[in-house]
């Protein structure tokens, strides 16, 4: 038997590394980007000493692309190649997007994903919003002196599967390595809870520029459980703008206005609005385009009176969150605010009534997400001693398929605790079928027309049967980001299953690869070398990651055999890597994970153990 | 979205869902012990422990928390605890094919729906509440004869028509809580 070694205290075998790590809160008015700094977590800033960056980005003719202030001052003069709240659009169609007349860009009606038609050409949200996460990124480079190993990015709690994949093409088209797309509500509760030592039933009710969330988390040393999530994943602070600007256009009986009129009114009436904040009335001044002058006085009053209804729109979803939670509002030992729009008097009023409480606020709203978001990637980054932090979140709303007539047939329901996995059984309608087609859609209500489509696939060589015979078993997986994989299978011949994707809102493989060479094209990078490099990141990171699992548990879970086996599969990826064959690097990674296969399933199965022991000693206590 | 090829499922994952979380089976179940064996288990196999790990045991540690989680929530909710432990009893509990009732409870069923019709044609919301309310003290009667019948009579046709009857109460309550939807949104 090899004896064991034990290194000196403080020199462990692989010397440990701070890996540097942030978390981006991707908003749809602003975004920001936080690290964790001596075990604090502290929001980044720009030069000029700001947090915030502006979700807006402007395209010029020239390929120069500006971002946020720079871009939002330009906003009225150049609207339709300058996108704001682009956030809006993620994983949308045309036809899901509201009060699209009063927008001033040239949207593509094009099948899948909104398109904007920009005098740089044409853009995906998607890329849109990758411009903002390059800056943020290279923002966090700079004031953390080195690479990013990856990003916790936040999304909306009520995001649908669409809406998160795009998100995550966002990143990949940034060049971030995403370590965790985390609900919103779930990081701003992790940065709450572990300042303040909350235990309990908590509420966040998180009202962004553009979306709302409301999660309800019950918190327990360490353990964030999300037990019911809702919201409206179209319902913001700008929904407020919206109706001041609404009631603006009315009262001074304007004509339809120039797009730049528009973009300006906008502005003046999100100022009207933070000013309300603070002020019992606010005026309205400008001159447009056309040569009106615009000069009014919103009261507090008719604020309220115009918003009323946006309000309500928030607490339906709170009722239904708790409802689901099967908790009372007695229950809830304190409600988070989360987002600059929760800033407004008459939204802390309406909450503060319905829970019988007074919210906390004690967090800046605007960075609460980003601040919860750099723990949590501190602590996926492995920077940090991990047992005291898991976030356990939710699918926000059921997953299911198209069965006969236009029906769902629900698979996931809403509020499973992720990862989830699901399998039903399907057969055939007609004899001697041989493909079946599979269209997965996300929603809770009964008919497939109200549903949000995400994808439609086809499974085929079933082997010819009578009716009714076959036994197709559908598996859904959704992963700890929230994202939905769908395999199908035929059980009785166990034939090999042919599935072809087509995703509805969703970016093909090709588009993004598109994207990718246009955007190293014009950054003057070599696509081939930056694919090159990636292959190499990769590979350094399994390195890294098998030699620290061997170093704690080589000895104990592989034999002298199967140890010389994965160290020599070691050695020839470290050889592929200091080449320049990219696929080959592939194929050898792939190799030395085959090879770890065992080695990662005893060390499991050891951790589970350790777990019910765990369990059993604090019985004995 | 992503569409991977099908997996098996769970290859070495042979322990009952009670054996997982070191708990007897029964369907008196301690929750506070259920809730922290449910807890330490995530705590080891979660997919956030394993975010700079090895593809292996990224997909193992998927594997295991997906485990984990549907086996928690097989235990933690009585109706589906109820029906995990007839089955490994060897016992069908015939929810889609036995639709047999005993008169009285027909009777209620469909004076609950009634209920349900009436409060919705006038948008009571509170007598939709309250009619929860009954239906859960309803429900909890039914899983004390649940405890009785599985953990010290072993009276397993007992126990699944109770199962039924459980079900059909979870459904009306749905009913209810889209019913609840419906009116305040």
Known sequence: MALLQISEPGMGAAPHQHRLAVGIDLGTTNSLVATVRSGLSVVLHDNDGRALLPSVVRFLADGQVEVGMAAQTQQSHDPQNTIASAKRFMGRGLKDIADITHLPYRFLDEPGMVQLRTVAGVKSPVEVSAEILKVLKARAEDALGGELTGAVITVPA????????????????????????????????????????????????????????????????????????????????????????????????????????????????????????????????????????????????????????????????????????????????????????????????????????????????????????????????????????????????????????????????????????????????????????????????????????????????????????????????VDADGLLSVSAREQNSGAEAHITVKPSYGLEENEIANMLQASYSHAGEDMQMRALRETQVDAERLLVAVAAALDKDGERYLNATERAAIDEHMRALRTAAAGNDAAAIKQTIAVLNQATDTFAARRMDASVRRALTGHKLEELN | MLIAESFPLIANMHKTHFELFGLPPLFAIDIVRLDQAYRHLQAEVHPDRFAAATDSERHQSLQWATHANEAYRTLKNPLTRARYLLQLHGVDTQEESNTAMPADFLMRQMEWREAIEDAVVVADVEALEALDRGLRSEARSLREELSLALDEQNDYAGASEIVRKLRFLDKVQAEIDQAIDALES
């Open chain 1, 158 to 477: 009520y995001f649908d599967d669409a809406q998160r994949q795009a998100t995550k093409d966002a990143a990949r088209l940034a060049g971030i390595n995403v370590l965790r797309l985390l609900n919103e509500p779930t990081a701003a509760a992790v940065a709450y809870g572990l300042d303040n030592g909350a235990e309990g039933v908590y509420v966040v009710y998180d009202l962004g520029g553009g979306t709302f969330d409301v999660s309800i988390l019950r918190l327990a040393k360490g353990i964030f459980e999300v037990l019911a999530t809702n919201g409206d994943s179209a319902l913001g602070g700008d929904d407020f703008d919206r109706r001041i600007y609404c009631w603006v256009l009315e009262q001074a009986k304007l004509p339809p206005l120039a797009p730049e009129d528009n973009s300006l009114l906008m502005t003046k009436a999100r100022e009207a609005k933070e000013w309300l904040t603070n002020n019992p009335e606010a005026r309205i001044t400008c001159v447009l385009r056309s040569g009106d002058i615009v000069d009014m006085t919103l009261t507090t009053s008719t604020f309220i009176d115009l918003t009323a209804p946006l309000v309500a729109k928030t607490i339906a979803p709170v009722k239904k969150a708790l409802r689901d939670a099967k908790l009372l509002v007695d229950d809830v030992q304190g409600v988070v605010m989360v987002g600059g729009a929760t800033r407004m008097p008459h939204i802390q009023h309406a909450v503060w009534e319905y829970f019988g409480q007074e919210p906390l606020t004690n967090l800046d709203p605007d960075k609460v997400v980003a601040l919860g978001a750099a723990i949590q990637a501190n602590v996926l980054a492995g920077n940090r001693n991990q047992d005291d932090l898991l976030l356990l979140d939710v699918v926000p709303l059921s997953l299911g398929l198209e069965t006969m007539g236009g029906l769902t047939e629900k698979i996931i329901p809403r509020n499973a605790t992720i990862p989830v996995a699901r399998a039903q059984d399907f057969t055939t309608f007609k004899d001697g079928q041989t493909a079946m087609s599979i269209h997965v859609v996300q929603g809770e209500r009964e008919l497939v027309a109200d549903c949000r489509s995400l994808a439609r696939f086809e499974l085929r060589g079933i082997p010819p049967m009578a009716a009714g015979a076959a036994r197709i078993r559908v598996t859904f997986q």
